[in-house]
């Protein structure tokens, strides 16, 4: 399809038609056919430019409730040829231009609003070409399963809930006891420098910190049946808050929904699970 440009040169081909034949110049008629050439040219280039193109969904990083969540969308060329200024678009926005080199993988990537939690998903992304002159405009209509986690909005911040002393023989701590040697874990910030094994990161290993039988870890359980007075969705900003504010201070904590329990740990595996219960609770299908 001629775009915008192309419809303004076309035009121009047809005023300097008119005038050859008016004046019967052979010149100005060869000068015509040379520029409708590089038309016909254009217009078999753009839409060589998407042929054999293979389009495919990429991972996306979640988000929270308000910001704005970056998609993308995976272009492989199996060809032996470059392809130029290939745009991805969708109701939310369009790409940044990309090249794919033969036998490589592009990623293009556009800028979509979350306004809830849930899962934000894009019902099909075109894919458009306007090389190489931008004369004509190539697309192509894709169905992807594109989508992304939007976990809901932290609340301001509040005072985490009473926490809860265990016994766990030296998984985890945040304060360790000096009885038996039970192994090493990663070091996080703050630990003890007495408890770093040295030894081992003199070695070439990661740095890594020496545990003991008698861990005392402090968790916490972020319930949801214990906020009362509060709706869902101010209840699951909270939870959202806390889970944060926990995973901040490396503390273990677990998460109750009325429909599902995640165990007390730490790390951001952890953090991401109970976001993401958090971000479909109730609502899977969530935009």
């Known amino acids: 399809m001629p775009t915008r440009l192309g419809l303004f040169y076309s035009g121009m081909l047809f005023f300097m038609f008119l005038g050859a034949m008016n004046y019967a110049n ?30 495919s969904t990429a991972p996306n990083e979640p988000v929270f409730a308000g910001q704005t969540a970056q998609l993308r969308v995976a272009l492989t060329n199996t060809a032996r040829v470059t392809r130029y200024e290939l745009i991805a678009a969708a109701d939310e926005g369009d790409s940044s231009p990309v090249a794919v080199a033969p036998e490589e993988r592009a990623l293009l990537e556009f800028a979509a609003q979350s306004v809830v939690r849930g899962r934000l998903t894009i019902e099909h992304v075109m894919v458009s070409t306007q090389y190489p002159f931008g004369l004509f405009r190539a697309w192509t209509h894709v169905h992807l399963p594109l989508s992304c986690i939007v976990y809901p909005k932290p609340s301001e911040r509040r005072d985490l809930p009473t926490s809860v002393h265990t016994d766990t ?26 408890r770093i094994a040295w030894k081992a990161y003199a070695r070439g290993q990661e740095l890594q910190v020496k545990q003991y039988s008698g861990t005392v870890v402090t968790s916490h359980v972020f319930d949801f049946d214990a906020l009362p007075g509060l709706d869902t969705e101010s209840r699951l900003s909270l939870l959202c808050r806390w889970i944060e504010d926990a995973h901040s201070a490396q503390r273990a904590y677990g998460l109750r929904l009325p429909s599902l329990e995640i165990e007390t740990n730490i790390g951001l595996p952890h953090r991401q699970r109970c976001l993401t219960a958090l971000a479909l609770f109730g609502n899977d299908d969530a935009r």
């Open 169 to 194: 023989g030296g998984a985890q701590d945040t304060r360790q006891g000096d009885d038996d040697f039970a192994g090493l874990r990663s070091f996080h910030p703050g630990d003890s420098p007495k």
């Open 26 to 55: 052979n010149l100005a008629l060869g000068l015509t056919f040379l520029l409708s050439s590089i038309a016909v040219m254009a217009m078999h280039y753009a839409h060589r430019n998407l042929a054999g193109l293979l389009v």
